[in-house]
C-alpha cells in the first residue's frame, strides 16, 4: 500500500485493486450494476473476468445478464436478417467448430465488408459525409476489425488457434507490403487470398462457392496493384466487395447499412465474444444454461 494523502492510502498494483472491486461486487450481488454501467468500458474487462472466477456457485447469472445487454444491441429488421442470414449460411457446413463460432465468422465478415465498402471515397462522397468525419468512425471501428476473424477462434475456447493466427499473418503481410490504400483491416481482408482459401478448407459455409470466388479476387487484386489511381482502386474494391456477397447470398446490398447499425454490429460482436470469454474464466456454468444461451445469441430467439 501507499499514501495518497493523510489517513488516505490506496493499492499500487492495479491488479490487486481489480481482485478486490470483483470481491465486493460478488459479496454484494452487484451483477447488475456491474453489467449496466461497464460492460463496454475497457478498463473493466479484468474485472469481469474475475467476478465470473470468484462466483463459486456459478456464473450464469453474469452471463444471463451481459446478454440481456448484449442483445439490446441488436435492434432492426436489417440486423435482425443478417443474424438469419448467418445462421443459414453455416447450417449444416462440415466444418467442426461450433454453431456459435461459425456464425460469428459470417457476422464478422459482413462487417469487414461493410466497412471496407463504406470506407471507400465514393461512398463517402455519396453519403454527404467528409474524409475526416468518416475517419473518425472508422477509427471508431478500428479494434474490432484487425480481429475479425479472431473472434470466432476466441469465441468459445478464450485463445486463438492456429488458423485465426495464420489468418491474422496473412493479413498484417498483406497491410505492411501493398501500400497505404490497403492499410485498413477491412479492405485488406475483401482482397486477402489466403483468408479465401483457409474459409474454404475449414469449409464454415455450407455449399460456399470458395475457388470461385479465389479466382475471381485474384483478377481483381491484380488489378488493385496494377494502378495507383485512387478512384480506380476504389472500383475494384467495390467489384470485389460485390463478388463476396453474391458467394454468400447475402440478401441485401451493403449501402442500406446506416452508419449506427454497423457500430451496432461490432459492438454485438464485441459483446458475443466477451461473455465467452467470461464463461471461460468462470469455476462453474451450468451446462444447460450455456446451451440455452448459445442458441438465443445469434438468432435473436
Known amino acids: 500500500m501507499i499514501a495518497r494523502a493523510e489517513t488516505v492510502f490506496s493499492f499500487s498494483h492495479l491488479t490487486l485493486q481489480e481482485y478486490l472491486v470483483a470481491q465486493h461486487i460478488v ?50 429488421d436489417r440486423l435482425g ?22 456464425q460469428t465468422e459470417a457476422l464478422a465478415l459482413i462487417l469487414a465488408l461493410a466497412r471496407a465498402r463504406a470506407s471507400t471515397r465514393a461512398m463517402v462522397s455519396a453519403r454527404g459525409s467528409s474524409l475526416a468525419e468518416f475517419r473518425l468512425y472508422e477509427h471508431a471501428l478500428d479494434r474490432a476489425n484487425l480481429r475479425v476473424n479472431a473472434l470466432a ?49 475449414a469449409q464454415v459455409f455450407q455449399g460456399w462457392p470458395g475457388r470461385a470466388l479465389l479466382s475471381q479476387l485474384r483478377e481483381q487484386r491484380e488489378a488493385f496493384l496494377e494502378t495507383t ?16 456477397l453474391d458467394s454468400l ?40 444454461t450455456w446451451l440455452a444461451l448459445e442458441a438465443r445469441l445469434l438468432t435473436m430467439g
Request: contains cysteine; proline residues 2%.
Open 249 to 288: 447470398a447475402f440478401p441485401f446490398g451493403l449501402e442500406a447499412f446506416e452508419l449506427e447499425e454497423l457500430r451496432a454490429l461490432s459492438r454485438f460482436l464485441e459483446g458475443v465474444k466477451f461473455i465467452a470469454q467470461c464463461k471461460q474464466a468462470a469455476v462453474r456454468v451450468s451446462p444447460d
Open 153 to 201: 477462434a476466441v469465441l468459445l475456447r478464450g485463445n486463438v488457434n492456429a488458423s485465426a493466427g495464420a489468418r491474422i499473418r496473412a493479413r498484417t503481410r498483406i497491410r505492411h507490403s501493398q501500400g497505404p490504400d490497403l492499410c485498413a483491416s477491412a479492405r485488406a481482408l475483401v482482397l486477402d487470398l489466403d483468408y479465401v482459401q483457409e474459409l474454404e478448407i
Open 27 to 76: 459479496d454484494n450481488n452487484l451483477i447488475d450494476s456491474l453489467v449496466e454501467t461497464h460492460l463496454e468500458d475497457e478498463q473493466w474487462r479484468e474485472v469481469f473476468l474475475l467476478v465470473a472466477g470468484l462466483m463459486r456457485q456459478g456464473a450464469d447469472a453474469l452471463l444471463l445478464t451481459m446478454e440481456q445487454r448484449v442483445r439490446a444491441l441488436f435492434q432492426g
Open 229 to 244: 489511381l485512387v478512384g480506380q482502386r476504389d472500383k475494384i474494391l467495390r467489384g470485389a466487395i460485390a463478388l463476396w
Open 81 to 102: 436478417q443478417t443474424l438469419a442470414w448467418a445462421e443459414q449460411l453455416v447450417q449444416g457446413s462440415p466444418s467442426k467448430d461450433g454453431l456459435l463460432e461459425k
